[in-house]
């Protein structure tokens, strides 16, 4: 798989919550070897959650989740496959309506 530009967006990856950033002054991670896999919105200039593959991590933490609030997290491909296919069956949208008591949106 290789990094496509056309997917670069703002983004960010800091190293502790203590270094998060706010979302008008994002920037491109400054790890070069992530790969944009897909941004979510990314219809406004605030910076938006944001999917990586990072092809030189060990294999349990080759999928970054960067949110718009500076934050990330690190999980295995067959980590985000069952979020996927649990999210792809609503069981997300019944976890909000009975721990929320909110329909999602």
Do not use: N, W, Y
């Given at each position: 798989?290789s990094c496509d530009s ?51 991590a060990d294999q349990a ?45």
């Amino acid at each position: 798989m290789s990094c496509d530009s056309r997917f670069d967006a703002p983004s960010t990856l800091p190293a502790s919550p203590a270094s998060a950033v706010p979302a008008s002054s994002f920037v491109r991670p400054a790890h070069p070897e992530l790969c944009s896999i897909k941004v979510f919105c990314g219809d406004c200039s605030c910076g938006c959650p944001e999917l990586f593959l990072d092809p030189k991590a060990d294999q349990a933490r080759r999928i970054v989740l960067a949110d718009d609030f500076g934050q990330h997290v690190q999980m295995s491909v067959e980590q985000l496959g069952v979020l996927v296919r649990e999210a792809k069956a609503g069981e997300l949208d019944h976890l909000l309506v009975r721990r929320c008591g909110t329909e999602p949106g």
